[in-house]
């Protein structure tokens, strides 16, 4: 079942809401479930995320590994956070259980896609393959 970090994420979730005049918004949902992760961030000097919030309107693990991935990614550069993958937040929440893992998809997609979005607000678009890494995802199970 679920760690207590995870239900401790789940509960009280970090960084939860939407930061005002974002540099760089993203959402992504599951085609699958219907869930939809919503992450906006801040960039500062050194193409440094400053500040980063979600909302998810999803199931608990979804939720969890949104509020794992902002912590993990504040204070990091744009490349830096581009590499943090779903894996790297179910491990670093002790674990997700196997038919739960392509939950923690959407928070890294939508987290690549406000990246993306904040490269094509500051006509950095030629940076965007270069920035964006595609870090594996966890397959879709057949049922959840
Ligand atoms: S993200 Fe949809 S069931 Fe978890």
Redesign the pocket.
Known sequence: MYTDLVLDHFTNPRNVGEIEEADGVGEVG?PV?G?VTRISIAVGEGDVITDVKFKTF??G??VATSSMLTEMVVGKSLREAADVSNVAVAEALGGLPPK?M??SN?AADALQAAIRDYLLRSGREAEIDEILASPPKAPEPSS?
């Open positions: 599951n479930c869930d999803g199931c693990a979804a739960k392509h939950c959407l959840h």
